[in-house]
């Protein structure tokens, strides 16, 4: 197995469109041309670590899996620093009032991901088990 089976580099554009609300113009943000390779105007590595394997999980099972990208605001736009398949990485970030832009994941980055799981299996998140009555006490006798 490679060292980096954990480990892509995605390339993308970010791009922009008008808008206008009630007089006032804004740009709304988005994600363009998203490839699976290192060569492009933004290329930022996407990680999978074992501990989200249940969000990936989530991620591709929906209807529409998508990937996310942390940007920084700048005088000049958005500047992007950081790419996840975890919505739960995502709205963390949402969270801390962080710019988050999201895309459509290429099929090839959800077949890896799929691969990946298939390797490292399922993390299934269970609750813990209620004890029953006197469970785990000394008994008194």
């Not at 609300?21 to 590595?45: E, N, Q």
């Not at 394997?53 to 990208?69: C, D, K």
């Not at 890896?112 to 609750?127: F, K, N, S, T």
């Amino acid at each position: 197995m490679a060292a980096d089976d954990n480990l892509r580099h995605l390339s993308f554009e970010l791009a922009f469109q008008r808008q206008e609300v009630k007089g006032f113009t804004s740009l709304a943000w988005y994600i363009a041309d998203m490839g699976c390779h290192d060569r492009g105007p933004h290329v930022l590595p996407l990680t999978l670590f074992l501990t989200e394997r249940t969000a990936y999980r989530f991620n591709l099972n929906s209807q529409h899996p998508r990937l996310f990208v942390r940007c920084e605001s700048t005088d000049d736009g958005p500047v992007a620093r950081e790419l996840t398949a975890s919505q739960e990485v995502a709205a963390n970030w949402m969270d801390g009032d962080t710019q988050v832009l999201d895309t459509p994941m290429p099929l090839a980055i959800q077949a890896w991901i799929e691969a990946y799981l298939a390797r490292h299996g399922e993390r299934v998140e269970g609750g813990r088990k209620k004890k029953r009555a006197g469970a785990g006490r000394a008994s008194q006798e």
